[in-house]
């Protein structure tokens, strides 16, 4: 069994910023990519930004220079650093991770349940 838990989503203005976080914990066996996608009111599900086991990021074009997003593979967790925070930027976010288990072969993906981010203006 496997969980990913998200915490750090509230409620900020315009232009400040959060830092979400997310800790995977379980019968862990490796973690590939860990990512981090966004749903807001009306839209799909998009990717955020994502990064491999060793450090190589990926960032949808338009929140580059504004989030970063990092790991600390001691300790299972993904960050999502959020800065310049827009009212666009109002989702639910959600963690995703590629792994294996110690029961499992194959990796596959699992996906926390989500912390609330709104940015009032």
């Known amino acids: 069994q496997v969980q990913l838990v998200e915490s750090g989503g509230g409620l900020v203005q315009a232009g400040g910023s959060l830092r979400l976080s997310c800790a995977a914990s379980?019968?862990?066996?490796?973690?590939?990519?860990m990512a981090w996608y966004r749903r807001a009111p009306g839209k799909q599900r998009e990717l955020v930004a994502a990064i491999t086991s060793a450090g190589s990021t990926n960032f949808a074009d338009s929140l580059k220079g504004r989030f970063t997003i990092s790991r600390d593979n001691a300790k299972n967790t993904v960050y999502l650093q959020m800065n310049s925070l827009k009212p666009e930027d109002t989702a639910v976010y959600y963690c995703n991770a590629n792994l294996r288990t110690i029961a499992t072969i194959t990796p596959r993906d699992y996906w926390g349940q989500g912390t609330q981010v709104t940015v009032s203006s």
């Open positions: 379980g019968s862990i066996f490796s973690i590939n990519a």
